[in-house]
């Protein structure tokens, strides 16, 4: 059986009507049916039974792995991962640069069948300075470790094309289809990425474009599956 995998940006639950809704989100997540979920936006109160971030890992039937990067008042925020898969190793990297909003990387090793699966998920700063630091950290982060399946996947926040970033994670690895995914009522950036290494284990790789993707979040879900 494949393996699908998903990388989405849920901005706390708010929709594009301004309504905070996990259920609408934890019905986007049953809609793809992915048994490797990245998220970033994430915020939630661990220390709250039933928080946002237990409840979307119940509703589809995952554990959860926390990526926290910034917490205030509200809780905890960042990234983080669901999985079906079991895990066998996690790290989590601080990939942050000074004066800007904190920033991680979630490196989780995965044991998919016979066959290890590596993936790296973060959520990029907003200026270009910082993300090409935070890729150049992520690009020396992997040179340590192996895997049969090497996945890197975020919110990239990359506007253009030509970026350093993206050409620097393309030469790395192999160019991806890159389908628009913001803002997600009529998507025409592609600031939602994935990579794959080796690129011949890439089945497919598209938006989730639902009528529920388009309210749920102001990104869409980008949706992957592997062969193992």
């Given at each position: 059986?494949?393996?699908?995998?998903?990388?989405?940006?849920?901005?706390?639950?708010?929709?594009?009507?301004?309504?905070?809704?996990?259920?609408?989100?934890?019905?986007?997540?049953?809609?793809?049916?992915?048994?490797?979920?990245?998220?970033?936006?994430?915020?939630?109160?661990?220390?709250?039974?039933?928080?946002?971030?237990?409840?979307?890992?119940?509703?589809?039937?995952?554990?959860?792995?926390?990526?926290?990067?910034?917490?205030?008042?509200?809780?905890?925020?960042?990234?983080?991962?669901?999985?079906?898969?079991?895990?066998?190793?996690?790290?989590?990297?601080d990939i942050s640069v000074p004066r800007r909003e904190?920033?991680?990387?979630?490196?989780?090793?995965?044991?998919?069948?016979?066959?290890?699966?590596?993936v790296v998920t973060t959520h990029l700063g907003l200026?270009?300075?910082?993300?090409?630091?935070?890729?150049?950290?992520?690009?020396?982060?992997?040179?340590?470790?192996?895997?049969?399946?090497?996945?890197?996947?975020?919110?990239?926040?990359?506007?253009?094309?030509?970026?350093?970033?993206?050409?620097?994670?393309?030469?790395?690895?192999?160019?991806?289809?890159?389908?628009?995914?913001?803002?997600?009522?009529?998507?025409?950036?592609?600031?939602?990425?994935?990579?794959?290494?080796?690129?011949?284990?890439?089945?497919?790789?598209?938006?989730?474009?639902?009528?529920?993707?388009?309210?749920?979040?102001?990104?869409?879900?980008?949706?992957?599956?592997?062969?193992?």
């Amino acid at each position: 059986m494949p393996l699908r995998i998903t990388t989405y940006n849920i901005h706390r639950c708010i929709g594009r009507d301004g309504a905070e809704s996990p259920e609408r989100i934890a019905g986007v997540l049953n809609e793809i049916g992915a048994d490797v979920v990245a998220l970033q936006e994430v915020a939630h109160r661990p220390e709250t039974p039933g928080n946002v971030l237990a409840y979307l890992a119940e509703s589809i039937g995952a554990r959860s792995i926390e990526g926290t990067t910034l917490r205030d008042k509200r809780g905890n925020y960042g990234n983080a991962l669901l999985t079906r898969v079991t895990p066998d190793s996690i790290r989590r990297w601080d990939i942050s640069v000074p004066r800007r909003e904190p920033r991680g990387a979630l490196d989780v090793v995965l044991a998919a069948n016979a066959s290890t699966v590596r993936v790296v998920t973060t959520h990029l700063g907003l200026k270009a300075a910082e993300r090409r630091f935070q890729v150049r950290r992520i690009l020396s982060l992997l040179t340590a470790g192996s895997a049969d399946i090497t996945v890197v996947m975020g919110d990239l926040n990359e506007w253009y094309f030509w970026g350093r970033p993206l050409r620097w994670l393309n030469r790395r690895f192999a160019p991806m289809p890159s389908p628009a995914t913001f803002p997600s009522h009529r998507p025409v950036l592609a600031l939602d990425r994935m990579w794959v290494q080796p690129r011949y284990r890439l089945i497919s790789l598209a938006a989730h474009r639902s009528a529920l993707a388009r309210t749920a979040s102001d990104h869409l879900p980008l949706v992957a599956e592997l062969a193992l």
